[in-house]
């Protein structure tokens, strides 16, 4: 055997093993099934499902119904009514700001014929149990009425920070020059008729000072609402409020709402 050919063949044969030694990445790309991917029909019953995420330590179904919830405190709720979830496609994925605790899905779609795990996972050493698969094609994250914050209702005065990034930017105004215990939060109206407080900056004029009475809901999360180009090392202090107003935005001051 020519050495050329020869050592075309030993590089082919190093680097197929190192593609076997990789995990498989589960995609979906809208088409036809592909490896790793549920190959099997689903049942043609579209259905509306409000559904809860349960904290397992374990790779295993994590949701179950919110009417089949029937203790939401404890683990103790039968693992059979519990099931995976899979988007029809990546628009639909469970946004960042999703929080178990918080919220709870409202989701449109079909179950699969037979229990599998749904796609997109990639291939882990420990192998996941197959359960049953919903395929959702719409999805609404919505407030979980059970949720309840334990931190006291507070009023607060915070100045907006201006901080190049996306991320948290309100502290409180009594801590501007104090950087040692100076806090930033991330803000969430508690309904849609408030003014989102995030939207008073023009990307100009400053200071804005604003004063919100509240609840801190989250000590690592994000407010709920679609969030652009924000990464999980963002998240933060999450401090929900029922009541706004603006003290100052720029040359315009004391504005309520």
């Known amino acids: 055997m020519p050495k050329s050919t020869f050592l075309i063949l030993f590089a082919f044969f190093l680097i197929s093993c190192?593609?076997?030694n990789q995990p498989k990445q589960f995609e979906n790309d809208g088409t036809q099934p592909k490896e790793g991917i549920i190959s099997h029909p689903l049942t043609g019953k579209i259905e509306n499902l409000e559904i809860e995420y349960t904290v397992w330590g374990c790779d295993c179904p994590n949701w179950i119904q919110s009417k089949d919830n029937l203790n939401p405190d404890s683990k103790e709720n039968d693992l059979k009514l519990h099931f995976y979830i899979e988007p029809a496609a990546d628009s639909l994925k469970i946004p960042l700001y999703f929080d178990p605790f918080r919220h709870r899905l409202n989701i449109t779609g079909q179950f699969y014929v037979r229990e599998d795990v749904p796609q997109g996972i990639v291939a882990r050493e420990e192998t996941m149990p197959k359960a049953k698969v919903f395929r959702y094609s719409k999805m609404e994250v919505i407030d979980n009425p059970h949720f309840k914050p334990k931190?006291?209702?507070?009023?607060?005065?915070?100045?907006y920070n201006g901080i190049s990034c996306t991320c948290a930017q309100w502290s409180e105004t009594k801590y501007t020059y104090d950087d040692d215990n100076k806090v930033y939060y991330w803000l969430e109206p508690a309904h849609e008729k408030l003014l989102i407080a995030d939207k008073l900056f023009n990307g100009v004029d400053l200071p804005v000072i604003i004063k919100v009475k509240g609840q801190l809901v989250s000590e690592n999360g994000f407010p709920k609402r679609r969030l652009e180009k924000v990464g999980k090392d963002a998240a933060g202090k999450v401090f929900r409020y029922t009541s706004i107003e603006v003290i100052q935005n720029g040359q315009k001051k004391d504005m309520k709402f």
């Open 18 to 20: 190192k593609q076997a």
């Open 151 to 159: 931190s006291k209702v507070e009023t607060l005065t915070l100045f």
